[in-house]
Nanobody
């Protein structure tokens, strides 16, 4: 069974920083991309940042210049999201995802359980 475990969320003041981590384990293979979505209360889930194994990254306009996504070059199953200059509008539950193959060789997107990020003074 595939599992994505996130960590690093919490409460931070505006202008502060947090670093989220996500590690994939279990029956997930050949991970092609990992990234982060977020969902604020009463809003739709939106893509925050994506990182493909080839090194291509993609960011939401609202986080460009403030957030940085990176992967673990050795492990290939871990993704990080460094969040700087946080704003109140960044408050949301952040979900990690991984696109990979399962034990049945089928390709699918796997999701983490989510981690709360709250930006407030």
């Amino acid at each position: 069974q595939a599992q994505l475990v996130e960590s690093g969320g919490g409460l931070v003041q505006p202008g502060g920083s947090l670093r989220l981590s996500c590690a994939a384990s279990g029956s997930i293979f050949n991970i092609a991309a990992m990234g982060w979505y977020r969902q604020a209360s009463g809003k739709q889930r939106e893509l925050v940042a994506a990182n493909a194994n080839g090194g291509t990254t993609n960011y939401a306009d609202s986080v460009k210049g403030r957030f940085t996504i990176s992967g673990d070059n050795a492990k290939k199953n871990t993704v990080y999201l460094q969040m700087n200059s946080l704003k109140s509008e960044d408050t949301a539950v952040y979900y990690c995802y991984a696109d990979g193959q399962g034990s049945d060789d089928g390709w699918r997107r796997y999701w983490g359980q989510g981690t709360q990020v709250t930006v407030s003074s």
